[in-house]
């Protein structure tokens, strides 16, 4: 079973979209981390969100965390060519100490 | 500044065969990782090393053993490879030896068990 859910699995917009992730835990989230993986290669870190409430923003990519700490949302405005591939967020539940991940999200851009 | 360097890249084995996935980090980090990622199944954590001569089961142990040789080095071990055990193997490291931390990841190796 999976600790943490990812919506949608499979993503498809059109270039210069928006488009919006979302990553659910069924329990409290002590730090929420966005990854981006390129197809074929390594994970690169994005974001890390650990207070409720808590907004990040990196270039076109925003990133929150909510009130109740136990989801979390990946928006990408205007997407481009360079947004596509899997997203995966990863956390820390319950003090855990060590990080699960989702199932991940698969971004294709169309131009 | 090589990160996380993980080798082979590409195996392909029979069933029944063994092999060692070999991780090793240059950032002085204290915790390691091995994940495997399948399809629809984002990544599951195998085995983990909070520090030098410390390792625990994640969510995935069965099947392989880990090693960790030094802080440098963790190695994956795969005694009797089966094809359920086909995916693509990530090894990991961070600075903190306890709790969740940022991960930064190899660039995966691809083992293919017929």
């Known amino acids: 079973s999976q600790e943490l859910e990812q919506s949608p699995q499979s993503l498809i917009v059109q270039e210069g979209k928006n488009l919006t992730i979302n990553c659910t835990s069924s329990?409290?989230?002590?730090?929420l981390y966005w990854y981006k993986q390129k197809y074929g290669e390594g994970l690169i870190f994005l974001m890390m969100?650990?207070?409720?409430?808590e907004e990040k923003s990196h270039e076109k990519i925003t990133a929150k965390l909510d009130e109740k700490k136990q989801q979390s949302s990946l928006h990408i405005t205007a997407s481009q060519p360079s947004h596509a591939g899997i997203y995966l967020c990863?956390?820390?539940?319950?003090?855990?100490?060590?990080?699960?991940f989702g199932q991940g999200t698969r971004l294709t851009i169309n131009p | 500044n090589a990160g996380v360097t993980q080798t082979p890249k590409f195996q392909v084995l029979k069933t029944g065969q063994s092999m060692t996935l070999q991780c090793a980090q240059d950032?002085?980090?204290?915790?390691m990782y091995w994940y495997r990622q399948d399809p629809g199944m984002g990544l599951r954590l195998i085995y983990y090393?909070?520090?030098?001569?410390?390792?625990d089961k994640g969510e995935v142990p069965n099947g392989y053993n880990v090693s960790r040789l030094n802080k440098r080095e963790f190695s994956l071990r795969l005694e009797s490879a089966a094809p359920s055990q086909t995916s693509v193997y990530f090894c990991?490291?961070?600075?903190?030896?306890?709790?969740?931390?940022?991960?930064?990841f190899g660039a995966g190796s691809r083992l293919t068990v017929l």
């Open positions: 969100l650990q207070k409720g409430g």
């Open positions: 990863g956390a820390d539940i319950q003090g855990a100490q060590k990080l699960v």
């Open positions: 329990k409290t989230l002590y730090g």
């Open positions: 090393s909070a520090s030098e001569g410390t390792t």
């Open positions: 950032m002085n980090h204290n915790s």
């Open positions: 990991a490291s961070c600075p903190a030896k306890y709790g969740a931390n940022v991960l930064t």
